[in-house]
């Protein structure tokens, strides 16, 4: 079956810097993706998402862009703060109508002050 | 009030025991999820309901099974739980036509 992967397991950022978390995906029929932050003792939580009609979308501090030819999705965090420390799935669609998602392994965020 | 809520948080139990890990929901949404999370495997997908009288297994739904009692209501039993459903169990909801899922804070198990 295919798969959500991520490019980097780890990741450790001083305060204050930019951050960016990487995402493969392999179904190109995938339409709709979402990151999920989940900090440590608490389930997911929704940062943004992103349908395969746009490249690119911001949030608050956050924004996720999407490269369809390569099938890669990232996270932009700017000016990352210790509360940012998480770790942050992708998750995409496959493209079905049954709105199940499949997710990514995960990238442990930690921010240093 | 937490819109998904799991009771218990965490639960101890012994092999070839039977437990029931539940989910209630004020979302009102009619889709619920039982997820798997395991270290370094991400969230994997047991059991959906997409409304009361809707269940469908997931890729790991082998030991377990579910119960959709209300749509506020989808509860998980492990009918004789063996140590390696050692994990953390989430629950989630969605609305129909929308991706998105919410998520309950967790219930960790351990079968010993």
């Known amino acids: 079956g295919e798969s959500v992967g991520l490019h980097l397991p780890t990741l450790s950022v001083q305060e204050g810097d930019n951050s960016i978390i990487n995402c493969a995906y392999s179904n190109s029929a995938s339409d709709y993706f979402i990151w999920y932050k989940q900090e440590s003792g608490k389930g997911p939580q929704f940062i943004i998402d992103i349908r395969s009609n746009m490249d690119k979308r911001q949030g608050q501090r956050v924004t996720v862009l999407l490269n369809k030819t390569v099938k890669h999705l990232s996270l932009q965090i700017a000016a990352t703060q210790p509360g940012d420390s998480a770790v942050y799935f992708c998750?995409?669609?496959?493209?079905?109508?049954?709105?199940?998602?499949?997710f990514g392994k995960g990238t442990l965020l930690t921010v240093n002050p | 009030d937490a819109d998904v809520t799991q009771t218990p948080r965490n639960r101890i139990t012994k092999t070839g025991k039977r437990i029931m890990l539940e989910c209630s929901q004020t979302k009102g949404h009619d889709r619920m999820y039982w997820y798997r999370q395991d270290p370094g495997l991400g969230l994997r997908l047991i059991y959906y309901s997409f409304d009361v009288k809707d269940i469908n297994k997931g890729e790991i739904s082998d030991g377990y099974s579910v119960s959709r009692q209300a749509q506020a209501k989808f509860s998980l039993s492990l009918e004789s739980a063996i140590p390696n459903q050692t994990a953390l169990y989430f629950c989630?909801?969605?609305?129909?036509?929308?991706?998105?899922?919410?998520f309950g804070p967790g219930t960790r198990l351990t079968v010993t």
């Open positions: 989630a909801t969605s609305d129909p036509g929308v991706d998105e899922q919410y």
């Open positions: 998750a995409e669609n496959n493209g079905g109508s049954n709105y199940k998602l499949t």
